[in-house]
């Protein structure tokens, strides 16, 4: 049991990693410990659906305050860019101020390396933020008009090597072929997909790579595994493969890199921390932990840093309780892919192989659940309230009787309309 009357714990990140372990370790403990937020926005950003923004959605609606739900459970919000942490010393330094901490959760995010593929930044639009997502909506824009003028256009998607979470552009592919078709205008737009993948969704194994397939071929997509790109130009990807592309348009997913670097911890070459995979505690830091897309998990997903972030708050939690955790981190991706006229669901077991080249696989004897259904659209739109209403409540996302009865909704739909 930790001795100290109230432990200082300081949570760098205001994204879903961070959040779910701010507000579980609030659930969890009380008033049992001091709990300080770190964020340089005072909102939350519901990232998973700015997919839609290129279809119209005002990004504003997928903002979640920050500041109002902290101070409400009694933890002090800081809006301020962390920009260092010192192990040593148990201090983090923002913009404006050193905090001390006993214990630490990181949960800094990834960030976009454009530089890293020759001409991606100048000749293709990409998807990160929601002005990048701004800017693909006035190509798509562009796109039509030019349909309904008559002129042909090729539109490329890619996905290089070391993306680390490509499932967004493969939901805005097919959202993009059901969306020109209801303008009318599919016949006059040609649509390629190219990834570095061995196949399509890679880590999530063969039953969705087969299912994208049978998606691409339903929708007319001309689709390319292992095609790593080489270098991009004016109208034109080369690939390492040797082979080429054109394009009018060009869409795509650029590799990731963590978004802040720790120097004084063990990060991979790409500045991901390296952490235990039970408990995401950091290795040779154990009053430390990493949650979400900052941390060295091969997959970065928001399902998967809940999960990250629990298991790192009850390991937190039992430190401090004297008590043993009731969860540790088992890799379950759970996911609904948005095509607009359908959605595919995903409940994915993984496990560590060892491997550098592909480092997860699919865990057999566990479920492994993959189905297509308009209904799952439903299933997504719930979860776009859920979210939202939990964080906006500072109450985690993955705990709880709300959770609880969402999870048994998603087992009924799943035993139903998945196999």
Known sequence: MYTEAKPEVVVVGGGFGGLEAAYYLRMRLGERVHITLVSERDYFLFKPNTIYIPF?????????????????????????????VDPVAHT?????????????????GAGMRREEVPGLAQYAETVWTPQDMLRLELSFYNLVEDAKAGKQRRVLFLVPPNNKCSGPLYEMVMMLDTWLRRKEVR??????????????????????????????ERRGITGYARYAVDAIEQGGVRYRNGASLPYDLLVAFPPYAAAMPFPQLPTDERGFVATEPATRQVAGHPEIYVVGDAGDFPVKQAFLAFLQADAAAEHLAAAILGTEPALTFEPVSMCVMEQFDTATFAQVPLHYTGVAEK???????????????????????????????RFGAGNPFHAGLPWRGMEAGLKIMSGVLAN
Do not use: C
């Not at 308009?374 to 209403?389: D, T």
């Open 56 to 84: 119209g959605l005002n990004p504003d609606k997928l903002k979640v305050d920050i500041a109002g739900p902290a101070q409400r459970k009694g933890i002090v919000f800081v809006k301020e860019r962390a920009t260092a």
């Open 92 to 108: 983090v330094t923002t913009e404006g101020r050193t905090l001390h901490y006993d214990f630490l959760v990181l949960a800094t």
């Open 187 to 216: 016949r006059s737009v040609d649509i390629t997909w190219s990834t570095y993948e061995e196949g399509y969704i890679q880590a999530f194994g063969p039953r969705l790579h087969k299912t994208v397939t049978k998606e691409f």
């Open 359 to 389: 480092p997860l696989e699919v865990t057999e004897g566990k479920q492994y659940r993959v189905g297509s259904s308009p209904a799952w659209r439903l299933g997504k739109m719930a979860l776009g309230v859920y979210l939202p209403w």
